[in-house]
């Protein structure tokens, strides 16, 4: 018998409706709205220090930030949490989780507060390794260079042709396989760990330590369907533009991400009329997303 398909996610329209019902039952705050950043919140950029949120986004998530006792707000994402912190312009108090949940920071008032990572003699030899046979794999390929985090180093392609692309993110693949490490494959990104970490496990946690009540979570590569997978029913998980997902809802772009969260905000402001929890109303900019995208 063949497999059965994957439900089709809801759509922008249906997202609102969730959120609303989110909002009008305390048994279900706090919400934690937990969001990748590239290709989430900021669009998808060749060169990743080009990459900034969405201006859109920005206002929505200081708004959001102003209901602490409904909302509380973390990024969650492959990028080091020290690039998250220079990057994103998110406010004090979002929870940082970064390196796919290897490292965790919270950004306080004046300056980010980090767990501290540390490594085992092992863990810095396997690092240091894979730093040099990543490094082989990109030398000589016009567009592929190589990124070390704190615990993983991580090859992109981006940049590069589609062939000469292809050709470094397998061999990166092998690297990763041979040493037996855990290896993530995402959008023109091979990423090598000496940890095992994944968003879902960190998102998880996060979750049971803040006692949030419903989990927001949206991201847009395949990283973040250990996320979506971890999640519950009761939680809304969000897939941002094309591909099989296993998440609840999908939107198109992060455009439409960032109106999604601007109408939530709207909807937690008393000065809207929807303060109870009814709804954005009229008033909720997310309706200027077309309707069933």
């Known amino acids: 018998m063949p497999a059965a398909a994957a439900p089709t996610p809801g759509t922008t329209d ?47 998530l200081r708004r959001l930030a102003g209901r602490p006792d409904a909302v509380r707000l973390a990024l969650v994402s492959g990028r080091p949490a020290a690039d998250l912190h220079r990057l994103a312009e998110v406010p004090a108090g979002t929870v940082l989780i970064g390196s796919h949940g290897a ?12 767990d501290v990572l540390t490594l085992t003699d092992d863990q810095s030899d396997r ?15 016009d567009g592929v260079w190589v990124e070390t985090k704190p615990a993983a180093v991580v090859v992109h392609t981006r940049m590069a042709d589609p ?3 292809e050709a470094a993110e397998r061999e990166a693949l092998a690297v990763g396989e041979r040493l037996g490490s855990v290896t993530l494959h995402g959008k023109k990104v091979v990423e090598v760990s000496v940890l095992d970490a ?3 496990a960190a998102l998880v946690a996060l979750r049971d330590e803040l ?33 099989p997902t296993a998440a609840g809802y999908r939107v198109p772009d992060p455009a439409a991400l960032a109106a999604v969260l601007a109408g939530l905000a709207a909807g937690l ?21 077309p309707p069933g995208a």
């Open 14 to 60: 249906d997202l609102r409706a969730a959120l609303r019902g989110v909002l009008a039952d305390p048994a279900r705050l706090p919400l934690l709205v937990a969001l990748d950043f590239d290709g989430t919140l900021a669009p998808l950029q060749d060169d990743p220090e080009a990459s900034r949120l969405l201006p859109e986004a920005v206002t929505a």
């Open 127 to 141: 690092l240091t390794r894979l730093g040099g046979e990543l490094q082989a794999v990109a030398r000589g390929r």
């Open 269 to 289: 402001d008393p000065r809207s009329g929807a303060g109870d929890g009814g709804g954005a109303g009229e008033a909720d900019p997310a309706r200027e997303v």
């Open 211 to 243: 006692r949030a009540g419903t989990v927001l979570c949206a991201g847009d590569d395949v990283t973040d369907e250990n996320a979506f997978r971890a999640l519950g029913a009761d939680d809304l998980t969000v897939k941002v533009g094309e591909g």
């Open 198 to 200: 994944d968003k879902g």
């Open 163 to 165: 062939a000469t692309g």
């Open 103 to 114: 490292e965790r920071a919270r950004i306080g008032a004046h300056g980010l507060d980090r």
